[in-house]
């Protein structure tokens, strides 16, 4: 049987999810917006499962810390397992255009 996880998705998470939303109603239509952002949000949802088995997140990661991520479109979902609590925190969202060094402020 596979060990599930809780997943909790910080307010930065969920302020990117709101951004892309936004972005996506302004430069596209609701119906992208509405579709990239559920996608988004059903990918994250997956993370209860095998959280560990996604590729790690190097530019940010550290001993103290491992970051790893998973794709949805051209999105990278960012985010970070504690093995004690079986908790995954997701802490952004990010689009994969984005320069990594952008994603030092998460840590």
Avoid: C
Wanted: proline residues 3%; glycine residues 2%.
């Amino acid at each position: 049987m596979v060990e599930l996880y809780q997943v909790d998705v910080s307010s930065e998470t969920e302020k990117d999810i709101r951004k892309i939303f936004d972005y996506l109603l302004d430069s596209s239509s609701e119906n992208v917006a509405l579709k990239v952002s559920i996608g988004i949000a059903d990918t994250i949802e997956k993370l209860e499962k095998m959280p560990t088995g996604n590729p790690i997140q190097h530019n940010i990661s550290s001993e103290k810390r491992t970051f790893r991520f998973i794709k949805k479109w051209k999105y990278k979902i960012i985010y970070y397992v504690d093995e004690d609590a079986k908790i995954v925190k997701v802490v952004a969202v990010r689009h994969s255009s984005q320069h990594p060094d952008k994603l030092k402020d998460l840590l």
